[in-house]
């Protein structure tokens, strides 16, 4: 069925590091993708998005990289903070109004 | 202003029982999604109210149900709890109607249901 999934469950970074966090979807009708950071004992907190008509976006500190050719979706946060420690997930929304999420990637910053 | 808000925070119910969680959202918006989240399934969609009406639902029994007061505070109901409905349940609110993501729209920190 549709899915959103991530490749690595569990990923433990030095301070400092840049991180990726890797994301697969299956929905080519998906126009509209979200990463989210969820931080222990908090509701999910919006990092950055992307349409699908782009490939590319910054924000401060973190990029999303779009790869529909192979239903790719990719997080990097430069320059890896403690601050940065959670649960990070991806999300699609297709042009129909369904959304999916990704079961979640926990991030690890070794001070 | 306030954030979104969601009470109770935390819930332990036994088998059988039915609960009723809460959520108020931003002031001046009028959309509430509900969805669950647990460590297997990660987040799933609920259903969402807008203007005192259901305008989406997603693939849960009928167990699950929700409502929403003309003030936006919305509630949702889980009757004969099932040991598998122990889950983090979110609330997501919107200015306007649809289900929201990103930017539009802004999550509670949840209420944890056990059931036991």
């Known amino acids: 069925g549709e899915s959103v999934g991530l490749h690595l469950p569990t990923l433990s970074v030095q301070e400092g590091d840049n991180s990726i966090i890797n994301c697969a979807y299956s929905?080519?009708?998906?126009?509209?993708f979200i990463w989210y950071k969820q931080e222990s004992g908090k509701g999910p907190q919006f990092i950055i998005d992307?349409?699908?008509?782009?490939d590319k976006r910054q924000g401060q500190r973190v990029t999303v990289l779009l790869n529909k050719t192979v239903k790719h979706l990719s997080l990097q946060i430069a320059a890896t903070q403690p601050g940065d420690s959670a649960v990070y997930f991806c999300?699609?929304?297709?042009?129909?109004?369904?959304?999916?999420f990704g079961p979640g990637t926990s991030l690890s910053v070794i001070p | 202003k306030a954030g979104v808000t969601q009470t109770p925070r935390y819930l332990i119910k036994t088998r059988g029982q039915q609960v009723t969680l809460s959520c108020s959202p931003i002031?001046?918006?009028?959309?509430v999604s509900w969805y669950q989240q647990t460590p297997g399934q990660g987040l799933q969609f609920l259903f969402e109210y807008f203007s005192e009406t259901q305008r989406n639902k997603g693939n849960f029994p009928g167990r699950f149900s929700g409502r929403q007061f003309s003030n936006s505070r919305s509630e949702m109901n889980v009757s004969t709890l099932e040991l598998g409905d122990s889950a983090l349940y979110l609330c997501?609110?919107?200015?306007?109607?649809?289900?929201?993501?990103?930017?539009?729209?802004?999550f509670g920190q949840g209420t944890r249901l056990t059931v036991v």
């Open positions: 999300a699609e929304k297709t042009s129909y109004d369904k959304v999916i």
């Open positions: 992307i349409r699908s008509n782009m």
């Open positions: 997501a609110s919107s200015l306007v109607g649809g289900v929201h993501l990103g930017t539009e729209a802004f």
């Open positions: 929905n080519s009708a998906s126009d509209y």
């Open positions: 002031s001046g918006h009028r959309s």
